[in-house]
């Protein structure tokens, strides 16, 4: 049986050298070579080893690592991310919603998980989208401010 870091490398070796569309095909994919993984653990890998989804013409997308690690202070990182990747920020009530590059929302989103901060209580990620939810209306308020100001730095 192997073991969770030798599963994530093949998953990284995978991604770099093929075409993997869907999580579905990595599953297949390590199915093939005997990992025993559900699509829930690839899941799991897949936003712990920070991979992305990059647009490949107009209606395709592919797996691919990262083009970069995480900085060593999550709000630098933040700001990166938010130069890099961040498109749009808007606000409805309490849930702030950022767009994004096609591919990059889970990446952004885990670095706001990491900040811990107490005004986030968390963030749901799709492709282009992500839901921040404030714990008070005040919180994402300031939240919405600061977000523009990363966007305009």
């Known amino acids: 049986m192997q073991s969770k870091e030798q599963r994530q490398r093949r998953i990284q ?4 050298k093929e075409f993997i569309a869907t999580q579905t095909e990595l599953v297949e994919r390590l199915l093939a070579e005997g990992y025993n993984v559900t699509q829930a653990t690839v899941s799991r890998d897949i936003t712990e080893l920070r991979l992305v989804r990059l647009p490949v013409g107009k209606t395709s997308h592919r797996y691919a690592l990262a083009p970069f690690q995480l900085a ?14 961040v498109k749009d920020v808007d606000r409805g009530e309490t849930i702030v919603v950022l767009r994004t590059s096609d ?9 706001l998980d990491q900040l811990s901060r107490d005004d ?3 963030t749901i990620a799709g492709q282009d989208t992500i839901f921040v939810a404030a714990r008070h ?4 308020k300031a939240l919405q401010l600061e977000f523009d100001d990363y966007l305009t730095a």
Do not use: Y
């Open 120 to 122: 986030i209580v968390g």
């Open 137 to 140: 209306l005040e919180a994402a």
């Open 13 to 16: 070796d995978i991604v770099a």
């Open 72 to 85: 060593a202070d999550p709000t630098e990182e933040l700001r990166l991310r938010f130069k890099q990747f």
């Open 103 to 111: 591919g990059h929302a889970m990446g952004v989103a885990l670095v």
